[in-house]
């Protein structure tokens, strides 16, 4: 009784330390592979307490070697967009301005039924009033309404609504991601213009950059010296 008690401390002094080494964001994204690697720890937890002849210094080298293995690749997917893509999965529009994609659906073996659940689960109980879903890459499904059915909506006060567009990320850690910036609707060289008034000359000194729906680009500068908070200039 006590050697069991014994493991079951060690394995979860174990497991708390490979949790927090992994971070939070681990348990929140919960993608496919971090899925796995959460099952799989937890298995190779149970099996030194379960079996008394079951090796305690081989359970705890498993879970290490999963935790060195999902921090390894969570510092991939940071530098390589495409690594990230491959192991996590990239968002998908499932609803794009008003209308149904239906190949993606297809694709993602999501059912109309399925989609409209989702959809009142956001407050949107028809199509009608959804401008973008979005099925991000841990499944979860976002919604962006239609700019009239917002609260103290622009169509209530009888005001002219312009067509926005979808946000995206133009920098991300000095990447730069031309495809987002085409899609925002400016060229690459009027961007670079646009950051170089602002006193940038480099994508490496960006931590983040993206448009918003009203085209106006939100610039966090990446300096060491302005605290835990990065500079905001928006252009």
Do not use: W
């Not at 109980?125 to 919604?143: C, F, H, T």
């Not at 006193?199 to 300096?223: M, P, R, W």
């Amino acid at each position: 009784m006590l050697i069991v008690a014994i493991r079951t401390l060690i394995m979860y002094i174990a497991l708390l330390f490979s949790v927090r080494m992994m971070g939070k964001s681990e348990l929140s994204k919960m993608s496919p592979f971090q899925l796995v690697i959460v099952f799989m720890i937890a298995e190779l937890a149970a099996i030194p307490i379960d079996s008394a002849d079951a090796s305690l210094i081989n359970g705890l080298v498993a879970i290490f070697m999963l935790m060195f293995l999902q921090i390894l690749i969570s510092f991939l997917s940071i530098k390589s967009e495409s690594f990230k893509n491959f192991v996590s999965g990239k968002p998908t529009i499932l609803i794009d301005k008003g209308k149904l994609n239906v190949s993606e659906l297809g694709r993602l073996r999501i059912t109309t039924t399925d989609l409209l659940e989702q959809l009142r689960i956001q407050n949107c109980p028809s199509i009608s009033d959804v401008e973008y879903a979005i099925m991000e890459s841990n499944g979860q499904l976002s919604v962006i309404q239609k700019a009239e059915n917002n609260p103290v909506t622009p169509k209530d006060m009888q005001l002219n609504v312009t067509e926005g567009i979808l946000p995206a990320i133009i920098i991300s850690d000095g990447n730069f991601y031309d495809k987002n910036l085409i899609f925002s609707g400016i060229d690459q060289n009027t961007f670079e213009n646009k950051l170089r008034k602002a006193g940038i000359t480099a994508f490496k000194d960006v931590f983040l950059a993206f448009c918003d729906e009203n085209k106006q680009f939100h610039i966090y500068l990446s300096d060491k010296n302005s605290g835990p908070f990065a500079k905001e200039v928006i252009i």
